[in-house]
């Protein structure tokens, strides 16, 4: 007799399908190419097998390792003002009696905004000549328009500040919950018992919220290690490369010189940086959760 097939597989089939055919075989495809010469110029190289070639080639390559130490940086420098900026934002709209979800509809502006968009926007506002810092600047009695977008620790500044200006309420919502969701009865114990506001802050009200910053710096993580669309907009890069991350570098490896393999090695090895960055939050919210009594 044969044996029929379940409802529940035939209803996920298509779902299947289309995650083999837009997420498998691509992932698959590039994981092979990695270890070949393939290059967009020659398709007859993707059939030559060189094995581990390109990783060797990766790891002794000096810009390699200066764009990812840079993503690092990058990441690193990103997060933790976003935290404190969103930190003390959801504070202050907590206090807020009047007006308070207008604020928190605000507040998700910036995130709504293709970060195409925020990267010609803040190529506009960093501008050397029509930019309006530079204008600002200069209408406070500065002298010379800064380079903003040519100097290559300028122009670091300016894709830093657009990446925190588009991102910084991804924190601010997420801690905002936290705020609204914690119970008013510790909070009146501790002032009953005379602790001073910032000791209220530092050893209830942090304690509570980090499972919901580690949510968060897991969420950004993510997406800053693949920064691409506001530092190609703004600066490509440049100048000379004192700008260029990662997913820049593979950009214009794969497109540009046309070595797609090397850019799929790159790839891979750049994706222990999301991995790391990954299990780091997900351990520190794993031991906020435990601190709390909610379980690892």
Partial sequence: MRRRIPEWFLLLLPAFIVIAVVILVP????????FTPYKLTRPSSLWTWIGERNYERILSDGKFWAAFGRTVLFLTIALNLELLLGLGIALMVNKVTLGQRTLRTILMFPM???PILVGFQFKFIFNDNVGLVNNVLQSLGSNSALPWLVDGNLAMFAILFA?????????AILILAGLFAMP???LEAAKV???TPWQSFRHITLPFLM???YIAMTIRSLD??????IVQIMTGGGPARRTELLWTLMSRTGYVDAKMGLANAMGYVSILLSIAFTVFFFRKLSAARAELGMGA
């Avoid at 992932?27 to 990695?34: A, H, K, R």
């Avoid at 200006?165 to 991804?170: F, G």
């Fill in 224 to 229: 800053v290690a693949r920064a691409y669309d």
């Fill in 193 to 195: 018992d005379g602790c």
């Fill in 184 to 186: 008013p009865d510790p």
């Fill in 211 to 213: 499972p919901f910053i």
């Fill in 112 to 114: 709504m905004f293709s």
């Fill in 27 to 34: 992932l698959l495809f590039s994981l092979y190419s990695s």
């Fill in 163 to 171: 990446e925190i200006w588009m991102s910084t309420s991804v924190f």
